[in-house]
């Protein structure tokens, strides 16, 4: 059975683009997380999106966005980027956000913004 | 002061060696993850505690949550475990919440 996979592994952009990234959760789970992880810090909470509602969000800017498909599949939007957003982006899923403990992780998006 | 530090942030070790990490938390949680990152490269789960004592293989993963305290312990070490390796904290809301991560680099 497939993992979290996310798509595209790597990316590259502009100050002031717009970015989207895609996150296939595993089969049967409902509930998607985001996270971003700068060079040398710990992963920080974006988002969680269960049964396609956003039911958390940490403390980030509303350039910040995401939603969550039918098929339980998510993406994010990150608009008007900055230098700082430069980071490995990480999703996780899990069958439902109350179950913390079988939180799976994506490989990541690392995005560059130059 | 952040919600949950680790100790050491870097260690590093020869092959052979018995490792100990340690992870301390301020907030009340249901549950203490343990993560793996090698160098450029996902998140991998290494265990979920919410009491007591877990081992997988050269792994053990130990929680006191009177102290909120845990330990993640690797034996007999292998330049294969060089990783980060990053505690992370559940509570009953939705999020879960990080550490900075321990650089662990174990020299043949």
């Known amino acids: 059975d497939a993992g979290v996979t996310q798509s595209p592994t790597h990316l590259i952009k502009t100050r002031g683009q717009q970015v989207t990234l895609r996150c296939s959760p595993i089969?049967?789970?409902?509930?998607v997380s985001w996270y971003q992880q700068v060079l040398g810090q710990g992963p920080q909470f974006i988002f969680q999106y269960y049964e396609k509602e956003e039911r958390g969000r940490g403390n980030f800017p509303d350039r910040f966005s995401a939603r969550q498909f039918p098929n339980y599949s998510s993406e994010l939007n990150v608009n008007a980027l900055l230098l700082g957003d430069s980071a490995l982006y990480l999703c996780?899923?899990?069958?439902?956000?109350?179950?913390?403990?079988?939180?799976?992780f994506g490989p990541g998006t690392r995005l560059t913004v130059t | 002061k952040n919600e949950v530090e680790q100790s050491p942030q870097n260690l590093t070790a020869q092959e052979g060696e018995f490792i100990t990490i340690n992870c301390s938390y301020s907030v009340g949680i249901s549950a203490l993850h343990w993560l793996q990152q090698h160098p450029g490269g996902g998140i991998v789960s290494l265990f979920m505690?919410?009491?007591g004592k877990k081992k997988h293989g050269r792994l053990i993963a130990t929680i006191n949550i009177q102290e909120k305290h845990s330990s993640l312990h690797i034996t007999a070490s292998h330049p294969r475990d060089s990783a980060v390796y990053i505690c992370?904290?559940?509570?009953?809301?939705?999020?879960?919440?990080f550490g900075k991560g321990t650089l662990l680099t174990v020299n043949p």
């Open positions: 505690l919410s009491s």
């Open positions: 992370a904290v559940g509570g009953s809301n939705y999020k879960l919440t």
């Open positions: 089969s049967g789970h409902k509930s």
């Open positions: 996780a899923s899990s069958f439902s956000p109350g179950r913390l403990g079988e939180q799976y």
